[in-house]
T-cell receptor
Framework: KQEVTQIPAALSVPEGENLVLNCSFT??????LQWFRQDPGKGLTSLLL?????REQTSGRLNASLDKSSGRSTLYIAASQPGDSATYLC??????????FGTGTRLKVLA | EPEVTQTPSHQVTQMGQEVILRCVPI?????FYWYRQILGQKVEFLVS????????KSEIFDDQFSVERPDGSNFTLKIRSTKLEDSAMYFC???????????FGSGTRLTVV
């Protein structure tokens, strides 16, 4: 049974720092991995999608990498801003088309 | 950018009442899903729907739940007799081929009192 874990659970950093969020999954046979952002009480905004054949994806200040064999993905946020404060979720699909979500990393960027 | 639209954004209902949550997926998507998130907990899979039938459902999706695509645009989740523990944010999502990522709606917050 696929399990997804995200570390750290919470993170507080000063503005301008580069930071790394971690996601690990137990079953490496995934189709894809997707990173989402969730603001309090709000929906899920897709940030980056990595197919199983890809190693990384980039969008602006965000870079996500995928190492299937070790069951890990990292989300790198460069030059963090207060507007980046949110919960970041990773989710994987494997076997069927449903997503299994991690518990999220709650990020606070201090001005 | 195409969106998945969910209505209502917030619904309050009395325990034992039936509720219908509505979703309009992206028009050319073929796979549709419902997820829920109890406050402070993980986003959990409920059901996937393809070709006018359920393709997979979780243990949570018991006989109290049903899904329907009543026309070419809407996708609904019905909870027949709501319980207090059904209080959660319910997310609809759609996908084009199932392998290319999801687009989520903004959610319906269901409060059962």
């Amino acid at each position: 049974k696929q399990e997804v874990t995200q570390i750290p659970a919470a993170l507080s950093v000063p503005e301008g720092e580069n930071l790394v969020l971690n996601c690990s999954f137990t079953d490496s046979a995934i189709y894809n991995l997707q990173w989402f952002r969730q603001d309090p009480g709000k929906g899920l905004t897709s940030l980056l999608l990595i197919q199983s054949s890809q190693r990384e994806q980039t969008s602006g200040r965000l870079n996500a990498s995928l190492d299937k064999s070790s069951g890990r993905s990292t989300l790198y946020i460069a030059a963090s801003q207060p507007g980046d404060s949110a919960t970041y979720l990773c989710a994987v699909t494997s076997g069927t088309y449903k997503y299994i979500f991690g518990t999220g990393t709650r990020l606070k960027v201090l001005a | 950018e195409p969106e998945v639209t969910q209505t209502p954004s917030h619904q309050v209902t009395q325990m034992g009442q039936e509720v219908i949550l509505r979703c309009v997926p992206i028009s050319n998507h073929l796979y549709f899903y419902w997820y829920r998130q109890i406050l402070g907990q993980k986003v959990e899979f409920l059901v996937s729907f393809y070709n006018n039938e359920i393709s997979e459902k979780s243990e949570i999706f018991d006989d109290q739940f049903s899904v329907e695509r009543p026309d070419g645009s809407n996708f609904t989740l019905k909870i027949r007799s709501t319980k207090l523990e059904d209080s959660a944010m319910y997310f609809c999502a759609s996908s084009d081929l199932g392998l290319y990522g999801y687009t989520f709606g903004s959610g319906t917050r269901l409060t059962v009192v």
